[in-house]
């Protein structure tokens, strides 16, 4: 394994990526002005690929995705780390795999709770690959000024606070990912900042230990002095010990080991770290801080000393010469990102869609301001859903109970229908659901279920301008527009259609006032006259109902239900009901296993 | 997480499920009633028994607390004055709650096997001096170090034997043989059976047995462990605020962890990150203040509001119990995050101490808080308008500050009378 296992060119594949991570890794790649983002590809397993944008600077990039390990590394065989976010159920095949792959140098693992004996395998696995695991249960590290590995180091702001724009003489070596940036925090306030640090991760037996990033270390001629942030629990310290004994480790360093806590507690104890955990004296902070001093580590009385042990370690190299410190670069300006910019209220920006019927952004749904749950615990019904959805408001019983006749009646009027027909007609060319209600809706409009506006509007203009009956039929007669709502192709004054008859009765015994209802049977008796058959129709009846039940429910301006009949609400009641009926015949033929329909020859007249 | 030990009964069951041995264990509690034991068992009637505690703490031959040889009607006289009794072992006392009883198995030979999970692979140790002495026979014990991903080899197992007369090796070998197996199969981390020997029939049988399991693997292994219990420590009750707690930590996937230290303690932390944490308790420790620590606690893992919240409010409500007149400290500390956003996750924290503000007052609470991290700004500000709102002291600081800067602080306020 090479001592150097990162540079300003190391480009890494990012397996079950999150989007976080990534613009985080390409935010510090444009900050150290890198020419090449750090990423080569994304991994998400078992995905058809395809491409995720993300940031570099100002400017948007695609990174490529792939559905699996092989494929990205194969297309970007340069990519020689590969970094995990799988989960600890997940994390050993897919280590594994990135393991045996040749191009693929070192694997960062970031998911805690990967069990003992799979990351024991892995590590058994990267020895004979001559290969590199850092975690499980880390942040991972960066090698300051060329790559960082995923969320390491935080924000933006954070990473020019402590200089991981651009290298400084620092090797640094922790446990814990989480006080790794802390400690970043310490060296640029201390030193002239980090060179390279790596969070080893809290396991018991992590992928790579505090003593192997220091030996490589040792052949990294920039980094000039080492900082270690142990723990108790293990004997990787001692590790440490042995090396500095054994000359292999001849750079200056200065080491803390967490946890000389230990000793108050009542019973042994686990700490936050699988690792951490008490019991044998040898394995104790104290025990170890011990051992390390008496080895000539540098090492502080407590914590809160660490900052100063590391200054003076600093100081001594600079005076002595070892150390030139480095010059501190100014990095370019990062774009605050939009959502992070709203967070701090720095920016605003005109919402693109405006929505009043409902939100469904709290603890539960609400319809216009109504709970789901009052919805559901005081039996709202279908009317009362669209008198909330459609109307804003909550319209009485006796209004919600006529939307849903006119539902119940309007729902289906029988396969011969031109809409059915074509429902059905396409369910035997064998589409899918959606496509023949669709075919079947699509037929709905001014001459097939679309007159309940156009009725609703026309009566209520003549009625309210005071027009006599006669007058408005004969108006209408010189504009050459058929009166919509009038007229049918089979019912006639001597077979009346049982819905219009219900429908005129549930209004007269309910509704507050029937005056448009009442103006368009005078209508009808005149047109009548003319033919048998121009009676009010269902759609006629179900529109001037319409009006009659807005203006006299008192719930409506006048503005309102000009709006309400202008720009389709009443349609949109034939429409709802006619679903029903439409994805009854659907299913009905896909259930009768109906073949391909052909319309026949002879019934279509093939003229020149 | 990671290695937790189980009860000798458990661990036999495991380890007799795997190997398919027939080790007639019976665990005995306060719910045991003796005489449909007997009717369960129909072999306790004519075979004698050895019964002990199973409280995961060892030297219990010393301690005078097993009965070997004897009968069913001797062993539940001397459970029947023992359970619910304290014990004193080594230092710690505790209540004995769970015994186990199982065949005596008439033995000479006592043999010592040991499998312990190390970094370099499972280091297995064989020594035909078991028992009580195993430690003053040391020259005895021969160990191996098996690869991983491997058993261990035929030459490896001889050499392991080597002591043994030449009619029991192979026995004994093939023992230690399917026991690696069984260790791997199980995810243990430690295995121990000090001693073990061979009944009668040149069965194995396991006199005591130690196990450790790796608990992090608990997701392979649902079926094969057959929801095995993972006791606290002999002696550590749980106060019902660790129960509490416990509870929320095992519902979320975030880490919520609470120790009580000292309840009458007047330093309290409510700390993010593992490694943090650790930080903090031993700089109170290390300055000398040990004592009045309160609680050892983290959270972390991105924990959500709610959390945040519950986890908060159980610190506080502990924090602030039977006000003294004497002043007392909260530390809200933490290292610069990484990728938590700091802010987020004081709104939890906000909504307690806002809910706690008279007790905080009462308790003579002052709070200090140490953060960094995405979005600390706003995080910060928050607590600072909160000390002005509430009328408790909160003392704020950023990432500029050391990390441990406030627990001089504390300390200096708790000494003020």
């Known amino acids: 394994m090479d001592a150097r296992i990162f540079s300003k060119d190391t480009q890494a594949l990012i397996y079950n990526f999150k989007a976080n991570p990534v613009q985080r890794m390409l935010d510090f790649d444009y900050l150290?002005?890198?020419?090449?983002?750090?990423?080569?590809?994304?991994?998400?397993?078992?995905?058809?690929?395809?491409?995720?944008?993300?940031?570099?600077?100002?400017?948007?990039?695609?990174?490529?995705?792939?559905?699996?390990?092989?494929?990205?590394?194969?297309?970007?065989?340069?990519?020689?780390?590969?970094?995990?976010?799988?989960?600890?159920?997940?994390?050993?095949?897919?280590?594994?795999?990135?393991?045996?792959?040749?191009?693929?140098?070192?694997?960062?693992?970031?998911?805690?709770?990967?069990?003992?004996?799979?990351?024991?395998?892995?590590?058994?696995?990267?020895?004979?690959?001559?290969?590199?695991?850092?975690?499980?249960?880390?942040?991972?590290?960066?090698?300051?000024?060329?790559?960082?590995?995923?969320?390491?180091?935080?924000?933006?702001?954070?990473?020019?606070?402590?200089?991981?724009?651009?290298?400084?003489?620092?090797?640094?070596?922790?446990?814990?990912?989480?006080?790794?940036?802390?400690?970043?925090?310490?060296?640029?306030?201390?030193?002239?900042?980090?060179?390279?640090?790596?969070?080893?991760?809290?396991?018991?037996?992590?992928?790579?230990?505090?003593?192997?990033?220091?030996?490589?270390?040792?052949?990294?001629?920039?980094?000039?002095?080492?900082?270690?942030?142990?723990?108790?629990?293990?004997?990787?310290?001692?590790?440490?010990?042995?090396?500095?004994?054994?000359?292999?480790?001849?750079?200056?360093?200065?080491?803390?080991?967490?946890?000389?806590?230990?000793?108050?507690?009542?019973?042994?104890?686990?700490?936050?770290?699988?690792?951490?955990?008490?019991?044998?004296?040898?394995?104790?902070?104290?025990?170890?801080?011990?051992a390390l001093k008496e080895a000539g580590v540098v090492v502080p009385d407590s914590f809160e000393g660490f900052a100063k042990s590391i200054?003076?370690?600093?100081?001594?190299?600079?005076?002595?010469?070892?150390?030139?410190?480095?010059?501190?670069?100014?990095?370019?300006?990062?774009?605050?990102?939009?959502?992070?910019?709203?967070?701090?209220?720095?920016?605003?920006?005109?919402?693109?869609?405006?929505?009043?019927?409902?939100?469904?952004?709290?603890?539960?749904?609400?319809?216009?301001?109504?709970?789901?749950?009052?919805?559901?615990?005081?039996?709202?019904?279908?009317?009362?859903?669209?008198?909330?959805?459609?109307?804003?408001?909550?319209?009485?019983?006796?209004?919600?109970?006529?939307?849903?006749?006119?539902?119940?009646?309007?729902?289906?009027?029988?396969?011969?229908?031109?809409?059915?027909?074509?429902?059905?007609?396409?369910?035997?060319?064998?589409?899918?659901?959606?496509?023949?209600?669709?075919?079947?809706?699509?037929?709905?409009?001014?001459?097939?279920?679309?007159?309940?506006?156009?009725?609703?509007?026309?009566?209520?203009?003549?009625?309210?301008?005071?027009?006599?009956?006669?007058?408005?039929?004969?108006?209408?007669?010189?504009?050459?527009?058929?009166?919509?709502?009038?007229?049918?192709?089979?019912?006639?004054?001597?077979n009346p259609d049982r819905r219009v008859e219900l429908l005129k009765d549930y209004a007269k015994k309910n509704f507050p006032s029937t005056r448009y209802l009442d103006y368009a049977l005078e209508v009808e008796k005149y047109t009548l006259q003319k033919a048998n058959n121009l009676i009010l129709n269902v759609d006629g009846c179900i529109g001037v109902l319409f009006v009659d039940l807005m203006a006299s429910s008192e719930a409506f301006s006048d503005e309102e239900m000009k709006s309400i009949i202008d720009i389709g609400y009443l349609n949109g009641m034939f429409v709802l009901a006619r679903s029903i009926g439409l994805i009854g015949h659907a299913l009905d033929q896909k259930r009768l296993k109906q073949p391909l329909y052909r319309h026949p020859w002879d019934d279509v007249k093939y003229a020149k | 997480m990671a290695r937790k030990k189980i009860r000798e009964y458990d661990a036999k069951m495991l380890v007799a499920r795997e190997?398919?041995?027939?080790?007639?264990?019976?665990?005995?509690?306060?719910?045991?009633?003796?005489?449909?034991?007997?009717?369960?068992?129909?072999?306790?009637?004519?075979?004698?028994?050895?019964?002990?505690?199973?409280?995961?703490?060892?030297?219990?031959?010393?301690?005078?607390?097993?009965?070997?040889?004897?009968?069913?009607?001797?062993?539940?006289?001397?459970?029947?004055?023992?359970?619910?009794?304290?014990?004193?072992?080594?230092?710690?006392?505790?209540?004995?709650?769970?015994?186990?009883?199982?065949?005596?198995?008439?033995?000479?030979?006592?043999?010592?096997?040991?499998?312990?999970?190390?970094?370099?692979?499972?280091?297995?140790?064989?020594?035909?001096?078991?028992?009580?002495?195993?430690?003053?026979?040391?020259?005895?014990?021969?160990?191996?170090?098996?690869?991983?991903?491997?058993?261990?080899?035929?030459?490896?197992?001889?050499?392991?034997?080597?002591?043994?007369?030449e009619d029991k090796k192979k026995n004994a070998s093939g023992f230690i043989k399917e026991c690696c197996q069984a260790f791997k199969n199980l995810d243990f981390t430690l295995l121990e059976m000090n001693p073990f020997t061979f009944d009668a029939e040149g069965n194995p049988f396991p006199l005591d047995m130690r196990v450790e399991l790796d608990d992090t693997a608990s997701f392979k292994n649902m079926k094969k462990w057959n929801g095995v219990e993972f006791p606290q420590p002999f002696g550590r009750k749980l106060y019902p605020e660790e129960k509490y707690v416990k509870g929320l930590d095992e519902k979320t996937g975030a880490s919520l962890k609470l120790t009580v230290l000292n309840p009458r303690g007047r330093i309290w932390t409510m700390v993010a990150g593992g490694g943090a944490s650790v930080i903090y308790t031993d700089t109170v420790a290390d300055l000398g203040f040990g004592e009045e620590l309160g609680n050892y606690g983290e959270y972390s893992g991105n924990p959500n509001e709610e959390e945040t919240y519950l986890y908060a409010k159980t610190i506080l409500d502990l924090a602030t119990r039977e006000p003294d007149g004497r002043p007392r400290a909260l530390l809200i500390g933490g290292g610069v995050a990484n990728f938590t956003d700091v802010a987020k996750t004081f709104k939890g924290i906000i909504r307690a101490l806002k809910e706690c503000r008279e007790k905080l007052k009462e308790a003579r609470v002052r709070i200090y808080v140490r953060r960094g991290g995405p979005n600390y700004q706003t995080g910060l500000e928050l607590m600072k308008g909160l000390g002005s709102e509430l009328g408790v002291p909160i003392e704020v600081y950023g990432p500029e500050s050391s990390m441990t800067r406030i627990v001089p602080m504390a300390i200096d306020h708790v000494k003020g009378e």
Not at chain 1, 268 to 281: D, L, M, N, P, T
Not at chain 1, 422 to 432: H, L, P, Q, S, W
């Open chain 2, 19 to 165: 190997l398919g041995l027939d080790l007639r264990s019976i665990q005995i509690t306060a719910e045991t009633d003796f005489q449909s034991l007997a009717e369960e068992h129909p072999w306790l009637a004519n075979t004698r028994v050895v019964v002990k505690p199973d409280m995961l703490f060892g030297k219990r031959g010393k301690n005078n607390l097993v009965l070997l040889n004897t009968t069913l009607a001797d062993a539940e006289k001397f459970v029947k004055e023992r359970l619910g009794n304290e014990a004193e072992i080594s230092g710690v006392k505790g209540p004995l709650t769970h015994f186990i009883m199982e065949p005596f198995v008439p033995h000479e030979d006592e043999y010592y096997l040991s499998i312990l999970s190390t970094r370099e692979g499972n280091s297995v140790s064989f020594s035909t001096s078991g028992g009580m002495d195993v430690e003053s026979d040391w020259g005895k014990m021969k160990t191996a170090t098996v690869p991983v991903d491997a058993l261990p080899d035929e030459a490896g197992l001889m050499e392991l034997v080597s002591e043994l007369p």
């Open chain 1, 32 to 290: 150290c002005r890198r020419d090449k983002p750090s990423i080569a590809a994304l991994v998400s397993p078992g995905s058809p690929g395809g491409h995720h944008k993300a940031f570099f600077g100002s400017e948007e990039i695609l990174l490529p995705v792939y559905g699996s390990m092989e494929r990205a590394s194969r297309e970007n065989p340069h990519a020689d780390v590969m970094i995990n976010f799988a989960s600890f159920r997940s994390a050993y095949p897919s280590t594994k795999e990135a393991l045996e792959n040749v191009n693929i140098r070192t694997v960062v693992i970031i998911a805690e709770g990967v069990p003992e004996n799979e990351i024991r395998e892995l590590t058994s696995l990267s020895r004979k690959k001559g290969k590199l695991i850092i975690g499980p249960a880390t942040v991972g590290g960066v090698q300051a000024g060329a790559f960082k590995i995923g969320n390491t180091a935080g924000t933006v702001d954070n990473i020019v606070a402590c200089k991981l724009h651009r290298p400084g003489s620092v090797g640094f070596v922790s446990k814990s990912g989480g006080l790794s940036n802390e400690m970043y925090n310490i060296l640029a306030r201390t030193t002239d900042g980090l060179y390279e640090g790596i969070a080893v991760g809290g396991d018991a037996y992590p992928g790579s230990t505090l003593l192997g990033h220091l030996l490589r270390f040792e052949g990294i001629p920039e980094i000039k002095m080492n900082v270690v942030l142990g723990e108790l629990g293990g004997r990787d310290e001692y590790d440490i010990v042995q090396a500095i004994r054994e000359g292999k480790i001849k750079k200056p360093l200065v080491a803390w080991v967490t946890g000389t806590c230990a000793s108050i507690f009542p019973s042994e104890v686990q700490f936050g770290h699988a690792g951490a955990k008490s019991g044998k004296e040898a394995e104790s902070a104290r025990a170890k801080n011990r």
């Open chain 1, 311 to 494: 200054a003076g370690t600093y100081q001594g190299l600079v005076s002595k010469g070892v150390i030139s410190p480095a010059e501190d670069v100014e990095p370019p300006e990062v774009p605050t990102d939009f959502k992070a910019a709203v967070k701090q209220g720095k920016v605003r920006r005109p919402s693109g869609f405006l929505s009043t019927i409902c939100d469904d952004r709290g603890e539960e749904p609400t319809y216009a301001g109504i709970p789901m749950s009052e919805v559901i615990e005081k039996d709202y019904s279908i009317g009362d859903v669209i008198s909330l959805l459609w109307f804003k408001r909550k319209l009485p019983k006796y209004a919600t109970k006529f939307i849903e006749m006119c539902l119940v009646i309007a729902a289906d009027h029988g396969p011969c229908v031109s809409g059915a027909h074509n429902t059905i007609v396409a369910a035997r060319a064998g589409k899918d659901l959606v496509s023949c209600v669709a075919s079947g809706m699509l037929t709905i409009g001014p001459r097939f279920g679309g007159a309940i506006d156009g009725a609703a509007h026309y009566f209520r203009d003549a009625c309210d301008r005071g027009l006599a009956a006669d007058e408005f039929v004969e108006e209408m007669k010189k504009k050459g527009v058929r009166i919509p709502g009038i007229g049918h192709r089979i019912k006639s004054a001597k």
